[in-house]
């Protein structure tokens, strides 16, 4: 009976001492996991604080890229713009009145 109790108080300081040890790697991981995940927060902020700026270049950047004028290639002369610029001041408000509510919506989000 008594070498039963003695294996098992054995058994149980072999747990302790293994189960500390596992406790102390497991700090270790966790310190090794939070340096390597530092920069994480800073990013997120970084996209966050630009996001509203790449959300409104997007389409203006869509919208210059789009309207680029094709030249002939059979050498002729390019057609006559039958856009002025009335017509375009017209597009860039309305191309507007669709980005504000955006606009509006990522401030009141931001805040």
């Known amino acids: 009976m ?3 109790v003695n294996g098992l108080a054995e058994r149980k300081r072999e747990l302790l001492a293994r189960s500390e040890l596992h406790r ?3 700090q270790a991981e966790f310190r090794n ?6 920069w994480v927060p800073k990013t997120v902020q970084m996209v966050r604080a630009a996001y509203p700026v790449l959300m409104l270049a997007a389409p203006l950047l869509g919208y210059a890229f789009a309207r680029k004028k094709r030249r002939p290639s059979n050498g002729e002369a390019p057609a006559p713009s039958s856009r002025g ?3 375009s001041a017209w597009a860039g408000y309305k191309l507007f009145r669709r980005i504000k509510p ?3 919506g990522l401030r ?3 805040s």
């Open 85 to 87: 610029i009335v017509a």
């Open 2 to 4: 008594a070498d039963k």
């Open 33 to 38: 996991i939070e340096t390597a995940t530092a």
């Open 24 to 26: 102390q790697t497991l």
């Open 108 to 110: 009141t989000w931001k």
């Open 102 to 104: 955006l606009w509006d």
